[in-house]
Each structure stands twice: as C-alpha cells, then as structure tokens.
C-alpha cells in the first residue's frame, strides 16, 4: 500500500502497534460492555505490600522472558560453528515446538488460577490433581517427534542437507519433553503459590548454567549432532532442581492444606 520496505525495524514498529492497539481495545470494551469491571482512579492509593507481591511475581516472569532470548542467541553463536543449515534447524524445531508448548503453556495460564484459588480454599486434592492433568500433554509431543520428524521437517521445505542434521536433532531433543513437562508445571505452580524467584532460578539453571555451557562442549568434543543432547542434560538438571524446590513447597505449603 505505497509503505517503505523497512525490514526488522517494520516488524518491530508492527509489533509496537499491535500491542498498543490490544490495549486500547481492551480498555474501551471493559469500560463500554464488561458491567462487571469498574476502573476508578478516585480514592486510588498504592500500598508497598501489595506492589511487593505483585512484583515477586512479575519481576521472575520478565526475566525468564529475557533469558529465552539470551539462551537462543547463544545457541545460535554455537550452531553457526559448524553451518548455516544447523541454525536453520534450530529455528525449525523451536518453530515445531511451539505446537506442543503452547497449548502446556495456555494450560498453565489457566492452571495457575486455579492452583492459587484451591491453595486459598485449602484443597490440596484438587491442587494436586491439576499439576497432574498438566503434564500429559508433553507426551503427545514426544510421539510426534519421533515418528515424524521428517514429516515436520518438510512442511518447512527442509533440503536433504537439512533433513539429515534435523530428523537425528528432533528425535533427540524430544526425549526432554517429558522432563520439560513437569519442570513447566513445577515453574507454573511455584509462581502461583508466590515462590516467583525459585520458578525463575529453574529457568536460568537451565537455560543459561546447564544448556549452554552442555551445548559448548559438546559441540567442541563431539560434533553437531552431540550439540542436541545438551538440551537433555539441561532438563535432568532442571528437573532435579524442580523437584527439590517442589519437595521444599509441599512440605512447608501443600502438605498442611486442610489441616
């Protein structure tokens, strides 16, 4: 429509205008057809406890945030190493991945609520019982993985070349789905019960202290198709830390509710 080519700065101003135009929306329809919202600033007066609260929670969240993108730039720096394809396959899987954590993840936006209000109403059954639900889906991802990657691959009109690198690097990587699972449940339920810090440090063990260092050497001593199994060295380590840290919340928190 006679705008400039403007590249990744489009995109960035895209996203910018995206955002805003969201959030004017949902300003205009909550004030204008939601009778159960009423937004008033009179008699509006902040109080540091419960902006504390509010942060314990939001402050781990942007982070973890900031740490996927450090750990992808990093992996990138690593996989350039040996070729461009290696990235490109890299960027495929974390495509396909996002069809089987989206769906973890939209679980975990509403499971988080409802750990919260069940943790408030002391109902350690039905507590307990969502974190389970929670976790199944990953399996799904795991079938796929392993019986289609080149399937998967192709919607992406992946070369020989590619297909070669990135069946092995799928089959891989998928064995961490089920690890990632319950780390995500874990991380989800830490942050609802307001142990936001201890749900952040998971995700920077992983990340940052086990995945990229795990991928480094790997990829020094035992070649590009080494490199994929750092992401389940990082889930063992994550979940290892995951489980001491839910041990930790059960013990002092879920384990009384009731009582």
């Keep these: 429509f006679g705008m400039p080519k403007m590249g990744v700065a489009g995109a960035a101003i895209a996203t910018v205008t995206g955002q805003?135009?969201?959030?004017?929306?949902?300003?205009?329809?909550?004030?204008?057809?939601?009778?159960?919202?009423?937004?008033?600033?009179?008699g509006f007066k902040p109080q540091i406890i419960?902006?504390?609260?509010?942060?314990s929670?939001?402050?781990?969240?942007?982070?973890?945030s900031s740490v996927g993108s450090a750990m992808t730039f990093g992996m990138n720096k690593i996989l350039i190493t040996f070729s461009?394809?290696?990235v490109a396959v890299f960027g495929v899987y974390f495509k396909l991945n996002s069809f089987v954590f989206m769906p973890v993840f939209g679980l975990n936006n509403g499971m988080v609520p409802i750990v919260s209000y069940n943790y408030g109403a002391q109902n350690k059954k039905r507590l307990t019982k969502t974190i389970k639900l929670a976790v199944c889906i990953m399996f799904i991802g795991i079938m796929l993985f392993q019986f289609m990657p080149d399937v998967l691959l192709k919607l992406f009109d992946a070369s020989d070349h590619m297909l070669e690198i990135g069946i092995p690097a799928l089959r891989v990587i998928s064995l961490s789905f089920a690890f990632a699972g319950i780390c995500i449940v874990i991380s989800s339920s830490l942050?609802?019960?307001?142990?936001?810090?201890?749900?952040?440090?998971?995700?920077i063990t992983r990340q940052l202290i086990i995945l990229l260092p795990s991928a480094y050497i790997l990829a020094k001593f035992g070649g590009i198709h080494a490199v994929w199994w750092s992401f389940n060295i990082a889930e063992?380590?994550?979940?290892?830390?995951?489980?001491?840290?839910?041990?930790?919340?059960?013990?002092?928190?879920?384990?009384?509710?009731?009582?």
């Design 20 to 42: 805003i135009c969201a959030a004017i929306l949902a300003i205009t329809f909550n004030l204008t057809k939601n009778p159960d919202v009423h937004i008033s600033f009179k």
């Design 191 to 203: 942050q609802a019960l307001g142990h936001g810090f201890l749900s952040m440090m998971i995700s």
């Design 84 to 86: 461009s394809t290696a």
């Design 57 to 64: 929670v939001g402050i781990p969240s942007i982070i973890m």
């Design 236 to 259: 063992i380590g994550s979940l290892t830390l995951s489980l001491l840290f839910f041990k930790h919340m059960y013990n002092k928190i879920i384990k009384h509710l009731g009582e």
């Design 50 to 55: 419960f902006v504390k609260n509010i942060l």
